[in-house]
């Protein structure tokens, strides 16, 4: 439910929410259930309706304190009244962005566990493995020859990888003496990375025509994936017995719907943290995919402690990311056979993973050899 708690849509309708609940108005929630279960007052002590009422980020972490069905009744008439004051927006020709649930192609449950369960009302907690399958929002050659045009920007092809980019100026930042060093973002389909002026001029990527580089980039387009899939990891249910186990930086509370019409009302753990969070939950085996363990070191610079105390991380060679095996040379004959490559850099014999839609299969065999 991203935006959802800086909208004014959102506001007015759980406004409206709280003045049926407390009419009597709702007649699946009465005002003295709803007070009781979430801890929420919403009486005055004149007898009225309070004018001081709770949040929406406290209604929705105090949602989850509710039983499943509970949950969902209230979240559907929550929904509703949204859709109608977003609605009345659109039709007076004022409405804004901002409110809105996860959305994708396709979410699909994985897995789900019972991870808790409340001594008194039999209320769970749920850990819930979800797979995201997006679209790849690519653009294509005809679209970055006019963002070049428009930024000044220069059409690059890495005489070693055969690969594409666009070049357009970037801040600069400061070297450890306090010189400026100035940088270019270098565009590519499914990245961009921002690289020293000077280490590009040393560089593979050479600047090129307009017909070379356009016929460069859709090759590399036409060869990449439509659909990117991932995975969410969600804690459902009742939540506020185990709120102190959840990462605190992001409290946020989202809704998604599955493929199959379940709608899941739950606090989403990115999948840094969900490893400290599982075997605080019990869940000790619960481990990250090989898949997500890709994606994370690529995108997020993760690294991963294996067995045998190798390190898996993020490394840049020549600009260019790379996934790094360390502390693996011993094994290198094992690795190569299942994928592995080895490159000797300044004198150094170092190991990597491919980048390429092969990764996560080569790292899957390179933990069974590693375990």
């Not at 007052?41 to 980020?57: A, F, Q, V, Y």
């Not at 590009?200 to 600047?207: N, P």
Request: glycine content about 6%; proline content about 4%; some cysteine.
């Amino acid at each position: 439910m991203q935006g959802v708690c800086h909208s004014n849509y959102a506001e007015h309708a759980l406004y409206k929410l709280f003045r049926q609940i407390f009419q009597g108005r709702f007649y699946e929630v009465p005002l003295g259930t709803f007070e009781q279960m979430t801890g929420l007052s919403l009486t005055s002590h004149e007898g009225g309706m309070k004018i001081d009422l709770p949040p929406l980020r406290q209604f929705l972490n105090r949602l989850l304190a509710l039983r499943i069905d509970m949950q969902n009744a209230i979240f559907e008439r929550f929904e509703l009244l949204l859709s109608q004051q977003i609605e009345a927006a659109i039709a007076a020709g004022v409405y804004e962005m901002g409110v809105e649930t996860l959305r994708a192609e396709r979410f699909t449950i994985e897995s789900q566990e019972a991870v808790y369960t409340h001594p008194t009302t039999n209320s769970t907690t749920n850990y819930l493995k979800v797979q995201r399958t997006q679209k790849n929002n690519i653009r294509t050659a005809e679209e970055m020859l006019e963002f070049a045009t428009q930024y000044q920007g220069r059409l690059m092809i890495n005489s070693k990888s055969g690969n594409a980019a666009v070049s357009i100026p970037t801040h600069s930042i400061y070297d450890s003496e306090g010189g400026v060093v100035p940088r270019v973002l270098l565009i590519r389909p499914q990245k961009e990375t921002r690289v020293p002026v000077q280490d590009l001029e040393s560089s593979t990527w050479r600047q090129v025509s307009a017909d070379t580089f356009a016929a460069a980039w859709s090759i590399e387009v036409d060869a990449l994936p439509k659909f990117t899939t991932d995975y969410l990891h969600l804690v459902t249910g009742i939540l506020l017995p185990i709120w102190k186990i959840l990462p605190q930086q992001n409290s946020r509370v989202f809704r998604l719907q599955t493929s199959d019409g379940q709608k899941i009302l739950g606090r989403v753990v990115s999948a840094v943290d969900i490893k400290s969070v599982a075997e605080q939950l019990g869940l000790k085996d619960k481990l990250l995919s090989p898949q997500e363990l890709v994606s994370l070191v690529l995108n997020e610079g993760y690294s991963q402690q294996l067995p045998g105390g190798v390190t898996l991380r993020r490394s840049y060679i020549a600009t260019e990311p790379r996934i790094e095996l360390v502390n693996a040379i011993s094994l290198a004959e094992r690795l190569l056979a299942v994928g592995c490559f080895t490159e000797i850099i300044n004198w150094q014999k170092r190991i990597f993973i491919p980048v390429s839609d092969k990764a996560p299969a080569i790292l899957a065999a390179v933990i069974e050899i590693l375990g």
